[in-house]
Nanobody, 125 residues
Framework: QVQLVESGGGSVQAGGSLRLSCTVS????????MGWFRQAPGKEREGVTS???????MYADSVKGRFTISQDNAKRTLYLQMNSLKPEDTAMYYC???????????????????WGQGTQVTVSS
């Protein structure tokens, strides 16, 4: 069973930056998608960004131009670089994956079945 472990959360002032990491416990073969999701207190979980094994990425409108997803396959690690953080970015951030995807480019934010335990990001004003 592939496991995902996030790290890198913390507290930062508005305008600051953080980089989250998600380490995958085993090599993943075939087409897959990985993504970052977040859930703020009292709100539903939302997709933040995703990336296809072929490299295509997508972002929620709320983070476009501020967040960047990337992956280092040699290190089996997914990253989320978060810049210009805002208080509304405060949430628990989760790494997720879905394997053996049929689509050659599109990931979206649905049907992820592997999840990390989450890492807290707190942005103060």
């Amino acid at each position: 069973q592939v496991q995902l472990v996030e790290s890198g959360g913390g507290s930062v002032q508005a305008g600051g930056s953080l980089r989250l990491s998600c380490t995958v416990s085993a090599n993943i073969y075939g087409r897959y998608c990985m993504g970052w999701f977040r859930q703020a207190p009292g709100k539903e979980r939302e997709g933040v960004t995703s990336i296809h094994s072929y490299g295509n990425s997508m972002y929620a409108d709320s983070v476009k131009g501020r967040f960047t997803i990337s992956q280092d396959n040699a290190k089996r690690t997914l990253y989320l670089q978060m810049n210009s953080l805002k208080p509304e970015d405060t949430a628990m951030y989760y790494c997720a994956a879905k394997l053996f995807v049929a689509d050659r480019a599109y990931c979206g934010f649905q049907d992820y079945n592997l999840w990390g335990q989450g890492t807290q990001v707190t942005v103060s004003s």
